[in-house]
C-alpha cells in the first residue's frame, strides 16, 4: 500500500491553518506544519511541527531535501489590507517573493515529487464593476496587498507553465467562522460576547451596515483546498474562485447576531470605521471550482455567525 501523502502546510497557527490543519488530519494525511510560533498550537501523532521563517529562502530546499514531501498548501503570508499601505515592500517580499523562492526550491529539488502546490490568493485582486467575479473577470488591485497577491498568482502561473511545477491558486473571498481574529464578522461578534458580560456597554458599534460581501465559512473553504490540492486533471497555474456564490449585506450579520445574543443591544454607525472608496458589492462565481472538484458550500451564514458568537464567548 502507498504511503499517505506527506503535505507541507505554511502558516499553520494562523486562523485558516489550524482549520487547514484539523482538515488533513481527517483525511487521514501525514502534515508537516511550519510556522514562526516556538511550539504548534496543535497537537497529533501524524502532524510534525517545525519552527521556522519561510522567508528565507533556505528553509524550504532543507525541507524538501530531509521531508519526502508530496503536496504544499501554503497559507502564510502577510494579511493586514490597511497596513499594506505603509509597509509595501514588506507584504511584496513575505506573499510575492517568498512564494517566488518556494517555487523555485520545488523547481531545484522536488520538481518530480511535488504533486500539488496550492496558494492562496485573494478576492481584491479582482475589478468589481461587475458582479459576479469569475476567473476570467478583469483584474484590478487596489491595495499594495491585493497586488502582492497578484503578482504571487503570476509566479505561480508562470512556473506552472514554464516548468510544468502542479500550482493551483484558491482566489479566496471573505473567511468568516471561529478562530478568527479580524473580519467584519468576528470583530462584531466579539463585541456581542463582551457585552453579555458586561465588558462593554450594550451599543453595537461599526461602519457600513449596506456593504455586501461574500462571506464563505472557513470549515467549507478549506474543504475547498484540499480538493484542490490534490486536483490532476485541470491545467498547472489555473485560478480557482473560493466563495460561497452569494453576497449578504453587513447587516444580515448584525440581525443574525441580535438574534443570537443573551442580551438586546442597539447598532451605532462609527463614521470613522467607513472605509473610503468601499466596494460596495463583492460576490464571486464559483462555478469552475464546482466542476473540478465537485465541492459545494455546507454551513449557513446563520451557523458561521452562530459558531463564531460562541467562540467568543468561550474566551471569555
Known amino acids: 500500500m502507498a504511503n ?7 502558516g499553520i497557527n494562523g486562523f485558516v491553518g489550524q482549520h487547514m490543519a484539523a482538515y488533513l488530519l481527517r483525511q487521514n494525511m501525514n502534515l508537516l506544519g511550519i510556522g514562526r510560533r516556538s511550539s504548534c498550537l496543535m497537537k497529533h501523532p501524524n502532524l510534525h511541527y517545525i519552527s521556522g521563517d519561510i522567508t528565507q529562502s533556505a528553509i524550504l530546499t532543507q525541507l524538501l531535501q530531509e521531508h519526502p514531501i508530496t503536496h504544499i498548501v501554503h497559507l502564510a503570508g502577510a494579511n493586514d489590507v490597511s497596513a499594506s499601505y505603509a509597509n509595501p515592500v514588506q507584504v511584496l517580499h513575505t506573499n510575492a517573493w517568498c512564494t517566488l523562492h518556494m517555487l523555485e526550491a520545488v523547481r531545484a529539488a522536488a520538481a518530480n515529487r511535488i504533486l500539488g502546490f496550492l496558494a492562496i490568493g485573494t478576492a481584491y485582486e479582482y475589478d468589481f464593476q461587475t458582479m459576479p467575479v469569475n476567473e476570467t473577470s478583469p483584474i484590478l488591485p487596489v491595495s499594495p496587498y491585493a497586488w502582492s497577491k497578484q503578482i504571487m498568482t503570476s509566479f505561480m502561473q508562470m512556473y506552472g507553465s514554464v516548468y510544468a511545477v502542479p500550482t493551483f491558486i484558491a482566489r479566496t473571498f471573505n473567511l468568516i467562522g471561529p478562530g478568527n481574529a479580524t473580519g467584519v464578522c468576528a470583530l462584531l461578534a466579539k463585541q ?4 453579555e458580560k458586561g ?6 458599534v461599526m461602519g457600513n451596515t449596506a456593504v455586501q460581501r461574500d462571506f464563505l465559512d472557513v470549515r467549507d473553504a478549506v474543504i475547498a483546498y484540499g480538493s484542490l490540492m490534490q486536483l490532476t486533471a485541470a491545467p498547472f497555474g489555473h485560478v480557482f474562485n473560493v466563495c460561497s456564490g452569494t453576497a449578504s449585506p453587513i447587516s444580515a450579520i448584525v440581525d443574525l447576531l441580535q438574534h443570537y445574543a443573551a442580551i438586546p443591544f442597539e447598532v451605532a454607525v ?13 460576490q464571486g462565481d464559483n462555478a469552475k471550482l464546482r466542476a473540478a472538484t465537485g465541492w459545494a458550500p455546507t454551513f449557513s451564514l446563520a451557523q458561521s455567525v452562530s459558531d463564531t458568537l460562541d467562540y467568543y464567548r468561550s474566551l471569555l
Not at 199 to 204: E, F, G, M, Q, Y
Not at 270 to 282: C, F, G, S, T, Y
Open 199 to 204: 465588558h462593554l456597554p450594550p451599543k453595537l
Open 192 to 195: 456581542v460576547a463582551m457585552m
Open 4 to 10: 499517505p501523502p506527506l503535505v507541507l502546510l505554511t
Open 270 to 282: 462609527d463614521e470613522r470605521l467607513i472605509r473610503p472608496n468601499e466596494a460596495p458589492l463583492v
